[in-house]
């Protein structure tokens, strides 16, 4: 029986390597290489635009498909599909309003072109990040001039989600809570790492983006497993709770909803291949997470 990955890419598969570039751990990279090549698919569950399957399907030497934008979009057999957008006109104004409430903030999204645009070009992140990300070969493009600007220049009306930038130091709460209580109708707000807050279309997550993947390919539950580290995985591990894998490094909530927790891909390989005992014990009863 098929086996099926959905797999989340920064700290679960991505990680800075040593030669500053950003990529698959060896450790992970043989493990997959091996799997794919049995009776194991991947499938990329990504918060960035689904088309980074190309960068790593290069990386790994064999084809995968992705879920990207949380949910809100899947490329499958080469069909590239759209199912929620984010209006310009609502980011610019969900946007403005937070750099003006909180100055410590800066903003920026993803073109459904692959694209990413950044509010103040003048700080120094997110741009940053995003510079270093096409730099390594994982994001398609970054424009360099004020996201305002380059959307009329273009006639762009609808990106992929929203991306407010924090400082590890500063207290998100606030931010959440302004967010939530008022633009919480029509989009969902979620702090996805320790860099971003993330905002996406109410209803779509990499659960639903999942759940979509598998009626499209017929898939039961028995086949499928997922690996994140992060809060916004959390839906997946609910969804796929038996299967479902944090890493050790991750996020207390993650590690808390997950079934399982692994050091790596390659121990959740092993395990799922070769039918071993995981090492993390179950969460529920570990007192040390």
Avoid: W
């Amino acid at each position: 029986m098929k086996k099926v990955i959905f797999c989340d890419l920064d700290n679960t598969l991505l990680f800075p390597l040593e030669n500053q570039t950003y990529g698959i751990k060896e450790v992970d990279l043989k493990a997959l290489q091996k799997a794919l090549q049995d009776d194991v698919q991947l499938v990329i569950a990504s918060g960035r635009p689904a088309e980074i399957k190309e960068s790593i399907s290069n990386m790994i030497g064999l084809e995968v498909d992705a879920i990207g934008l949380n949910g809100q979009q899947i490329i499958c057999n080469g069909v590239n599909t759209i199912l929620a957008s984010f209006p310009v006109k609502d980011y610019l104004k969900i946007t403005d309003d937070i750099l003006h409430r909180f100055s410590s903030t800066n903003a920026g999204t993803v073109g459904l072109d692959g694209c990413y645009y950044t509010n103040d070009c003048s700080q120094p992140q997110p741009l940053a990040r995003f510079v270093h990300h096409y730099e390594c070969g994982i994001i398609k493009d970054i424009c360099k001039i004020n996201a305002h600007e380059a959307f009329k220049e273009r006639n762009i009306e609808h990106v992929a989600k929203l991306l407010i930038y924090i400082d590890e130091n500063t207290d998100d709460q606030p931010i959440l809570h302004h967010l939530n209580t008022t633009y919480g109708k029509n989009y969902s707000f979620i702090r996805s790492n320790h860099m971003f807050i993330e905002g996406l279309c109410k209803g779509h997550s990499k659960r639903t983006g999942i759940e979509k993947y598998m009626e499209m390919n017929q898939l039961t539950f028995d086949q499928c497993y997922c690996a994140g580290d992060a809060d916004n995985d959390i839906e997946m591990f609910e969804f796929l709770q038996d299967h479902s894998y944090c890493m050790k490094a991750g996020t207390k909530n993650a590690r808390n909803t997950a079934k399982h927790l692994v050091e790596n891909l390659a121990e959740m390989i092993d395990i799922i291949t070769k039918g071993l005992t995981p090492t993390g014990g179950d969460p529920v009863n570990d007192a040390t997470r």
